[in-house]
């Protein structure tokens, strides 16, 4: 069983201390940062990478975004940053902002799933930048989940999940952002965003910056076909009930939907994860209040959470509701879309 830490009220630095040890020993940690959870171990041993695999279930093919807390630290980790890079750096991090570059030849393979380059993020989360500068080395983390589930954003979903399968659990509280950081590579002078997260297209093109959207960001992946986040490619955030997006950009018409489909299948269980404003005019049995229509960062806050509860209402279908694609609006769709297996419902 893991040993759990509560930082909820305060940082306890002797428990960090012994996490750090923990890490620098080749073991695993689940900590906090601004976007999800993470379970990290040293990016810097191969045998711990391993075990973060083996703890999520994840598939070798799909690399690891490691995390540092200072500058300094890449020097040990990549080559050639360019000026945009540079720029991305200084205006992002620390932030939920992770950036592609040429790996060093000595990072484990394992870290990369034998790429190249390698995903580097400087979270801002107090829990996170201690427990990376006490263990004085770069921490390989990817979301706090068993592959393909929703990623964990509270203590209980994860503490039930991964109590059995990691050394460490810290609890710093709900995750601020609620989604993953944003993943971004820059080729030919332009920014291509593989994942998309809370730092929008838009906050990337003040930076006076070329900003592309990897075409997979919405659309299906076919099999066998390249891609250039291998995250893309793997079934993710869906719960084992069957579940629809149903989106217009007029909610009048989101909603007759959803109850047209609720009408034409009285003989289902069917449930709504929908916006607050709209429970009361939708008729399902069960309702899950995502957030405020009006405060889409409050729904990101709360995606994954209400994902989870889906498969916990034994239901025969899930209905969700779709929200506008700009700014961090992109992000959530981008996660729904494959929590429904890209089963979407435009409406007029
Ligand atoms: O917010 C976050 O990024 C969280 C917290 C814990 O920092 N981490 C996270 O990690 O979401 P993970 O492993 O769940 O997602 C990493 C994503 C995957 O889609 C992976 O394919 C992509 O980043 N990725 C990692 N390294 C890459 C690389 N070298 N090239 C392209 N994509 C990469
Ligand atoms: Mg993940």
């Not at 695993?28 to 391993?50: C, Q, R």
Request: glycine share 6%; aromatic share 6%; net charge neutral.
């Amino acid at each position: 069983m893991s040993k759990l830490f509560d930082f909820k009220e305060n940082i306890d630095d002797s428990k960090i201390k012994e996490c750090a040890l923990a890490i620098k020993k080749g073991k695993t940690v689940v900590f906090p940062t601004e976007t999800v959870y993470g379970i990290g171990a040293n990016a810097l041993s191969k045998d711990a990478v391993d075990k973060i695999f083996k703890a999520k279930g994840r598939p070798i093919d799909n690399p690891l975004i490691v995390h540092i807390s200072n500058i300094d630290m890449l020097d040990g980790l990549v080559e050639d940053i360019n000026n945009i890079e540079k720029k991305l750096m200084s205006a992002f991090w620390p932030g939920p902002f992770t950036i592609i570059l040429k790996k060093k030849s000595y990072l484990p393979d394992n870290v990369t799933a034998g790429l190249d380059t390698v995903g580097i993020r400087m979270p801002s989360d107090k829990i996170a930048l201690e427990l990376i500068r006490e263990a004085g080395v770069p921490i390989a983390a990817p979301s706090a989940n068993i592959s393909g589930k929703p990623s964990g954003t509270n203590i209980q979903d994860i503490f039930e999940e991964l109590k059995d399968r990691v050394d460490y659990i810290l609890d710093g509280g709900n995750c601020d952002i609620g989604i993953e950081s944003t993943v971004v590579k820059v080729t030919s002078n332009k920014v291509k965003i593989l994942r998309p997260g809370k730092i929008s297209k838009e906050d990337i093109e003040k930076l006076g910056l070329e900003v592309l959207l990897d075409d997979h960001i919405f659309n299906d992946v076919n099999k066998d076909e390249l891609v250039e986040s291998p995250g893309m490619k793997h079934r993710h955030y869906s719960p084992n009930t069957k579940t629809m997006l149903i989106y217009s950009i007029n909610d009048k018409s989101m909603i007759l939907k959803i109850n047209e489909i609720i009408d034409n299948n009285n003989d289902k269980k069917i449930c709504v994860i929908g916006f607050n404003e709209h429970k009361a005019s939708i008729n399902s049995k069960e309702y899950i209040e995502m957030g405020s229509k009006n405060n889409l960062e409050n729904v990101s806050k709360n995606i994954f959470t209400s994902l989870r509860k889906v498969d916990k209402l034994n239901c025969d279908l899930c209905l969700i509701e779709g929200v506008v694609k700009n700014g961090v609006g992109a992000a959530i769709m981008n996660r729904l879309i494959r929590a429904c297996e890209h089963s979407v419902i435009y409406v007029d």
